[in-house]
């Protein structure tokens, strides 16, 4: 029974830190978030947890990602400081690039207006140069310059990804 309970709490864990960008604590990520409820309410049907130890397994989880958090911010500032100036410049060209071709997706499966990219540009570069803006901030501010319907999109395109069968989903592009 124990080992099961461990096993639960590495995928809850495994499923929220998958991502390469700075995990940000689960108040500050809604979908996120829910997605720990739903795993453990699941548990605690399984397992019969009390909600003190619904409380703690939240708390490991929530003390996991502060934890990686920091990690991940000082490897990335140990890695900016092995590079040589040429080789920052390429990786930002090559961020630079990429997030063209993000911007790019995102218009053709949202149906984003010139000023809507624009802005989300300003957001997505706002947070590679701030470290103090989480991603879950970065998404609520770029759910802000959607409409309805492109959040709705938007979140359909994020569920078929995540669930593995997403790479070759799209939702139909407005006409």
Known sequence: MQNATIRTILTITG???GSSAIAAPLERHPEASARVDARIE???ERLDLSEAQQQEIRSIIEAHHEEADLARQEM???IDAVLTDDQRSSRDTFRHERLGRHLRRMSERLGLSDDQRDAIRAILEE???DPGLTPGEIRQRIAAVLTPEQQERLSQWRRHR???RGRGWRPPVND
Request: charged share 20%; no cysteine.
């Open 15 to 17: 499923v929220l830190i």
């Open 76 to 78: 990335q500032q140990r």
């Open 127 to 129: 947070g590679r140069t």
């Open 162 to 164: 995540g669930d593995g």
């Open 42 to 44: 699941a548990m605690a």
